[in-house]
């Protein structure tokens, strides 16, 4: 049980602070394209190099999951 459980637990957390944290990334960015349009496509491109360090950290729990499901852990095991 323990086995499927501690893969479901890395990515279910590990992808919840890259959700919030690019919501939130996007919302500060058309915020401040709709108060100042003349410099939309310097922070469109601040925005979109952020999304992809944030969802790198969603990769990274993905990896976890992935050997945690298909390599196990030395404790995990019963």
Do not use: D, H, K
Request: aromatic share 6%; hydrophobic share 65%.
């Amino acid at each position: 049980m323990i086995e499927i459980l501690a893969p479901a637990l890395a990515i279910g957390l590990g992808a919840i602070g890259p959700g919030i944290g690019i919501g939130l990334l996007v919302m500060g960015a058309l915020q401040a394209m709709g108060r100042n349009p003349e410099f939309a496509g310097e922070i469109r491109t601040n925005m979109i190099l952020g999304i992809v360090f944030a969802e790198s950290i969603a990769i990274y729990a993905l990896v976890v999951a992935l050997l945690l499901l298909f390599v196990g852990a030395p404790g995990l095991a019963g």
